[in-house]
């Protein structure tokens, strides 16, 4: 059974910074495409980043340039680097397959807030 764990998210002001970290246990993922997710209140879960398994990163928009997205595959960990964090960057944020793949169950996501 395949176990994903978000952690580092928290209480920021905007401009501040956050990693998060997603620990993978049960299967790797190191061969496999990855991505972060996140869930604002009211919302749908959107995809936020995603790295392919040739190493080819791609974000939405509004993070481009400000979230960059890597793996540790020895660690079977994928992190997520937010820099310049914005109000409206608050939300659950979650790991999982990447986009085009199908989702393992996913974890109890890590909430990000980031004040004005």
């Known amino acids: 059974q395949v176990q994903l764990v978000e952690s580092g998210g928290g209480l920021v002001q905007a401009g501040g910074s956050l990693r998060l970290s997603c620990a993978a246990s049960g299967s790797t993922f190191s061969e496999r495409s990855i991505g972060w997710y996140r869930q604002a209140p009211g919302k749908q879960r959107d995809w936020v980043a995603w790295l392919s398994s040739r190493g080819n990163d791609y974000y939405v928009g509004s993070v481009k340039g400000r979230f960059t997205i890597s793996r540790d595959s020895a660690k079977n960990t994928m992190y997520l680097q937010m820099d310049s964090l914005k109000p409206e960057d608050t939300a659950v944020y979650y790991c999982?397959?990447?986009?085009?793949?199908?989702?393992?169950?996913w974890g109890q996501g890590t909430q990000v807030t980031v004040s004005s």
């Open positions: 999982n397959t990447g986009p085009e793949l199908q989702k393992v169950p």
